[in-house]
Nanobody
Framework: QVQLVESGGGDVQAGGSLRLSCAASGRSFSYTMAWFRQAPGQEREFVAATDWSGSRTYYADSVKGRFTISRDKDKNILNLQMNSLKLEDTAVYYC??????????????????????WGQGTQVGVSS
């Protein structure tokens, strides 16, 4: 049974940086993994995803060029480096995983319904 635990959230001023981490327990080294976020009163939205190797990555247009997803396969950790943070990045950030592999450019990468395992979330607050 794979379990995910996020860390690294907090409060930061606009323009600042944060690094989120997701520690995965169990046999998750071959899993597709992703970050989603949910702001108050809004639906959960895709942020970034990566394949089992970490070599293929996908980003939401809103974070492209500012966020970087990576995975440390030796430590079984998924990271999200967030730079140039904006007020609209304020949300609870969730780590997600699935044992399924997706085709290149498949819409499945971006869909929360395709991920079976979820962490408890970590809060990110960006202020002016």
């Amino acid at each position: 049974q794979v379990q995910l635990v996020e860390s690294g959230g907090g409060d930061v001023q606009a323009g600042g940086s944060l690094r989120l981490s997701c520690a995965a327990s169990g046999r998750s080294f071959s899993y597709t993994m992703a970050w989603f976020r949910q702001a108050p009163g809004q639906e959960r939205e895709f942020v970034a995803a990566t394949d089992w190797s970490g070599s293929r990555t996908y980003y939401a247009d809103s974070v492209k060029g500012r966020f970087t997803i990576s995975r440390d396969k030796d430590k079984n950790i998924l990271n999200l480096q967030m730079n140039s943070l904006k007020l609209e990045d304020t949300a609870v950030y969730y780590c997600a995983a699935t044992p399924n592999w997706f085709l290149v450019d498949s819409p499945n990468w971006y869909s929360s319904s395709q991920y079976e395992v979820w962490g408890q979330g970590t809060q990110v607050g960006v202020s002016s």
